[in-house]
């Protein structure tokens, strides 16, 4: 059964002569991980936090946070000799540890590519504990999101969450824009974590994602980061479009 061993067994694994041979991590997505993990062998790992885990996670996966200081640590106790799948919300942090196990001599290691974001658009099961305590900050319904994208007013979109690096990193920026931007341009945050049905909806997978609309239409979108004075040149001009346009 997929499982994480506990760490006295780990320990006395990680003891044992291991197979040196480096490899790649190998990259899947949802219905070949599916179709691996459902052979019952090696170790299902969720490298989330452990409220993202509550919230909802492949069935018999353990938990280990990617921030935890001693992550790489208990990581390298996972055993050699059998098969390790990986798994974050989008697969960034999944394929940081993938590949940090490829090179500490790990062969069989398995990421599932677009993470649990993906696993859940295509309609794979997942666990959410009894006790989870669902992330409710910059939540919206899709019926939210789409009376918003139809304003005639310029809608500038960034699709987040709280986990993601790249997200953090942007948000002094954004939280900048929202102000120099007001009456302007309608600067809206929206939180994956707390809208994973929109993000269903949408078909969105991954984050950041930043989306500029009007009246329904894309006018500009981009994913991953993007530089301050990049993203104020995209605002500038179409915002100087809709004012000829008057």
Same mark, same amino acid.
């Given at each position: @059964?997929? !499982?994480?061993?506990?760490?006295?067994?780990?320990? $006395?694994?990680? $003891? +044992?002569?291991?197979?040196?041979?480096?490899?790649?991590?190998?990259?899947?997505?949802?219905?070949?991980?599916?179709?691996?993990?459902?052979?019952?062998?090696?170790?299902?790992?969720?490298?989330?936090?452990?409220?993202?885990?509550?919230?909802?996670?492949?069935?018999?996966?353990?938990?280990?946070?990617?921030?935890?200081?001693?992550? !790489?640590?208990? #990581?390298?106790?996972?055993?050699? /000799?059998?098969?390790?799948?990986?798994?974050?919300?989008?697969?960034?942090?999944?394929?940081?540890?993938?590949?940090?196990?490829?090179?500490?001599?790990?062969?069989?290691?398995?990421?599932?590519?677009?993470?649990?974001?993906?696993?859940?658009?295509? /309609?794979?099961?997942? *666990?959410?504990?009894?006790?989870?305590?669902?992330?409710?900050?910059?939540?919206?319904?899709?019926?939210?999101?789409?009376?918003? *994208?139809?304003?005639?007013?310029?809608?500038?979109?960034?699709?987040?969450?709280?986990?993601?690096?790249?997200? !953090?990193?942007? @948000?002094?920026? *954004?939280?900048?824009?929202?102000?120099?931007?007001?009456? !302007?341009?309608?600067?809206?945050?929206?939180?994956?974590?707390?809208?994973?049905?929109?993000?269903?909806?949408?078909?969105?997978? $991954?984050?950041?994602?930043?989306? +500029?609309?009007?009246?329904?239409?894309? #006018?500009?979108?981009?994913?991953?980061?993007?530089?301050?004075?990049? #993203?104020?040149?995209?605002?500038? $001009?179409?915002?100087?479009?809709?004012?000829?346009?008057?």
């Amino acid at each position: @059964m997929l !499982r994480l061993l506990s760490l006295s067994f780990l320990i $006395s694994l990680f $003891s +044992l002569a291991v197979i040196s041979q480096n490899s790649d991590a190998i990259h899947v997505g949802s219905e070949d991980f599916n179709k691996l993990i459902s052979k019952g062998e090696g170790v299902l790992l969720d490298v989330r936090t452990e409220r993202e885990f509550q919230n909802g996670h492949i069935e018999n996966s353990g938990q280990l946070n990617f921030y935890a200081l001693d992550f !790489r640590q208990r #990581l390298l106790l996972l055993p050699k /000799d059998q098969p390790v799948y990986l798994y974050c919300n989008t697969g960034w942090r999944s394929n940081i540890a993938a590949s940090f196990l490829i090179r500490n001599g790990y062969t069989q290691v398995y990421n599932l590519e677009h993470g649990i974001m993906e696993w859940e658009q295509a /309609d794979f099961p997942v *666990i959410v504990d009894p006790n989870a305590q669902p992330d409710t900050e910059d939540m919206f319904l899709t019926s939210e999101f789409n009376a918003l *994208i139809q304003q005639d007013e310029l809608v500038f979109i960034d699709f987040y969450a709280p986990w993601c690096g790249p997200c !953090r990193q942007m @948000m002094p920026m *954004i939280d900048s824009l929202t102000t120099e931007y007001k009456g !302007r341009v309608n600067i809206v945050k929206i939180n994956a974590d707390a809208s994973k049905r929109l993000m269903r909806d949408i078909e969105v997978a $991954s984050v950041p994602y930043l989306v +500029l609309y009007q009246n329904g239409k894309i #006018l500009f979108e981009h994913k991953g980061l993007i530089e301050e004075k990049e #993203l104020v040149a995209i605002l500038e $001009s179409h915002y100087r479009n809709i004012e000829k346009e008057k």
